[in-house]
Every structure is written in structure tokens, then in C-alpha cells.
């Protein structure tokens, strides 16, 4: 009798254990191999698991659920629990991803990224682009260069006339003020069109150029001090999802992400642009740009600069003051941690 109490009572304390254990969905369009989720998502994942004890695991999805553009959604309407991706591929939806999008800002993905959170943490909420979701991150890949299959890297004209591929968004502006004519296509059809001449060059980070495998076909590179674009990322929780959640694991997550999550994204695209540039190297000749291109550029791109941050001041904020704030905090962080 004492056996089968004693039998009991472990089986009612595995039972109440399983149930007190919360699993969340996390959602993933990219392939596995990609930094983003080897280096990002699964390290996340983790470390959600051990911050909690264990109380709440997260699941990475084998089979993506629909389409980039919808995952935001899918974190609004409970499709997932967590999910990721790109605020610019919902264009007009987030006016205030474009201060950390704009060109020359920092060499830094790490000091930007920290930089773009704690500007997010202490003004940009009050927007209310992300009411409907619990925000895990935000932060921004490293600086966007400029490749060519064929050009003189030091001409003041350099994408005078050239067809670029570009991801939409921001960049799309960039281009199209710098004289070059934008070719929108995903990023996974870079390489055909490229090959086919459909585009005579390219802006993506070194790490992009090297991940899908477009160095043999973009010989001429031109390193941009603060790179001529950033591109914006989020992590999101369904509200619900997160509000059901205990106290201490919410306190738990709040732990390992926001500044940490930003900063971890933040050093995991420094590692792959850095990987990516010595991949390039003996294939790909890196040309630093000129003043008088970076001269001719800035003043370009300043109507650019005018509208986004007007953009940003729609939503109730400074858009200029938060964009010096925003340089301002990246120049100071600590990126030696």
C-alpha cells in the first residue's frame, strides 16, 4: 500500500511537471544553415529554455509557414508563438524601422543593433507599430555595400545608369536617387539574375554576397563608410501567448532578450560579414569609396533622408531628433563585450 502511494504520488508530480511546462512555436522561413537561424534563433531558443528551468521550451517549426511577409502576422493571430523576419516587407506598415535603415550609420551590425533597441526600448514603443505582439528584438544586419560584375569602383558616376538588384523598401529609394535603376527580386533569385543580366550589380552586406554564392559574378566591390543601408529585423511574441505566461518566466525571457537578443543578432551579423569579406578575398576587389563619391552621394541622398525621417515624425515622434539620438547612441556602445 505504502509502494503504490508512494507511486502515485510520483506519477500526480511528473504529470503536474509535464503540464507546467510551456511549449512555443517558433516560426522560420529560412533555410537551417542561414546564421540568422543557427547563430540567432536556435542560441535563442536555448537560452529560453534555461532562463526558465526548463518551464518553457521553444520549438523551431521544420516547414516554413507561409511566405516572409506574413510572419509578423502569424505572431499577431497566435499562428506561431515567436516568429521573425523583415518590418520593410510589409511595406507602409512600420514607419519607424526607416531610422536604422538609412545610409551611413555604422560598420558596426553589433553597435547598431544595441543601439536601435535601446532607442526602440525608450521611444520608439510609444508609436504603437508593435502593440499586438510582445517585441523580443529589434536590430538591424550589417552595412549594405555596392558589387558590380563590370565598373570603374572610383568613377563619381559608378551607378550612374546600372541596374540593381534591391530587396524593396529603403533601398529602393537609395538607388533610385543615386542615378542606378532598382531591380526587385528576392534575394534567392540574385544569382539568376545576375547571370543573365538582368542586373549589372547588387547592394547586399558582405555576408549575403557570399551566402548565396554571388562572388564569381560580382568582381568590383565599394566599401561604404556606414554602409549605403541597413535593413531592419524584429522577433515577436504572440501578446497572448506571453501574457499567459508566469511572472518569473516572463521575467525569465525578458533576461535573454531585448538588449542581449540585439546584441547577440548584432555580433552573429558581424561574424558572417566578416566571414563573408574573406570568402571574397583573391575573387572580389574591395574598393573603399571616394570622398568626392561619398560627397556626391550624401548630398543625393538627402531628400532621402528629408522624407524618411518626416516618415517617422508622422507617427507622433521627433523623427530627426531620434535619428541624432539614434547615431549618437550607436558611436558609444561597447561592442568589446
Known amino acids: 500500500m505504502k509502494y503504490f502511494l508512494h507511486s502515485a504520488a510520483l506519477t500526480l508530480a511528473l504529470s503536474t511537471s509535464a503540464l507546467a511546462e510551456t511549449t512555443l512555436t517558433v516560426a522560420n522561413w529560412l533555410p537551417p544553415s542561414h546564421p540568422l537561424v543557427s547563430e540567432l534563433i536556435v542560441p535563442m531558443t536555448e537560452q529560453i529554455k534555461e532562463a526558465t528551468g526548463g518551464d518553457v521550451v521553444a520549438n523551431i517549426l521544420p516547414a516554413p509557414l507561409g511566405p516572409p511577409a506574413a510572419h509578423f502576422d502569424f505572431a499577431v493571430n497566435g499562428v506561431a508563438d515567436i516568429t521573425f523576419g523583415v518590418q520593410g516587407y510589409n511595406p507602409g506598415r512600420f514607419k519607424t524601422t526607416s531610422l536604422v535603415e538609412l545610409p551611413f550609420l555604422s560598420d558596426s551590425a553589433e553597435a547598431l543593433s544595441v543601439a536601435y533597441w535601446r532607442i526602440f526600448d525608450e521611444t520608439l514603443r510609444e508609436a504603437g507599430e508593435y502593440d499586438d505582439v510582445k517585441v523580443l528584438a529589434v536590430?538591424?544586419?550589417?552595412?549594405?555595400?555596392?558589387?558590380?560584375?563590370?565598373?570603374?569602383?572610383?568613377?563619381?558616376?559608378?551607378?550612374?545608369?546600372?541596374?540593381?538588384?534591391?530587396?524593396?523598401?529603403?533601398?529602393?529609394?537609395?538607388?533610385s536617387a543615386l542615378g542606378a535603376v532598382p531591380v526587385e527580386g528576392p534575394s534567392s533569385k540574385s544569382y539568376e539574375l545576375l547571370s543573365q543580366g538582368v542586373a549589372d550589380g547588387i547592394l547586399f552586406p558582405y555576408e549575403s554576397v557570399s551566402f548565396f554564392k554571388l562572388i564569381p559574378e560580382l568582381p568590383i566591390g565599394v566599401s561604404v563608410p556606414g554602409g549605403l543601408y541597413n535593413t531592419s529585423f524584429y522577433i515577436v511574441m504572440n501578446k497572448a501567448k506571453w501574457e499567459s505566461l508566469s511572472p518569473e518566466n516572463?521575467?525569465?525571457?525578458?533576461?535573454?532578450?531585448?538588449?542581449?537578443?540585439?546584441?547577440?543578432?548584432?555580433?552573429?551579423?558581424?561574424?558572417?560579414?566578416?566571414?563573408?569579406?574573406?570568402?571574397?578575398?583573391?575573387?572580389?576587389?574591395?574598393?573603399?569609396?571616394?570622398?568626392?563619391?561619398?560627397?556626391?552621394?550624401?548630398?543625393?541622398?538627402?531628400?532621402?533622408?528629408?522624407?524618411?525621417?518626416?516618415?517617422?515624425?508622422?507617427?507622433?515622434?521627433?523623427?530627426?531628433?531620434?535619428?541624432?539620438?539614434?547615431?549618437?547612441?550607436?558611436?558609444?556602445?561597447?561592442?568589446?563585450?
Open 139 to 175: 536590430f538591424s544586419h550589417g552595412p549594405g555595400e555596392v558589387f558590380f560584375k563590370d565598373a570603374d569602383p572610383t568613377s563619381p558616376d559608378l551607378m550612374q545608369g546600372t541596374k540593381l538588384r534591391v530587396g524593396g523598401g529603403i533601398v529602393h529609394e537609395i538607388v
Open 250 to 337: 516572463q521575467a525569465a525571457i525578458d533576461s535573454v532578450t531585448g538588449e542581449a537578443l540585439a546584441r547577440m543578432a548584432g555580433e552573429m551579423w558581424d561574424r558572417a560579414d566578416a566571414a563573408g569579406l574573406a570568402a571574397m578575398e583573391g575573387q572580389t576587389t574591395i574598393t573603399p569609396a571616394t570622398e568626392e563619391q561619398m560627397a556626391a552621394w550624401t548630398e543625393a541622398l538627402q531628400p532621402v533622408f528629408d522624407a524618411k525621417l518626416a516618415e517617422v515624425s508622422e507617427t507622433g515622434l521627433d523623427g530627426p531628433a531620434i535619428f541624432q539620438a539614434l547615431k549618437a547612441e550607436a558611436a558609444k556602445v561597447d561592442i568589446s563585450k
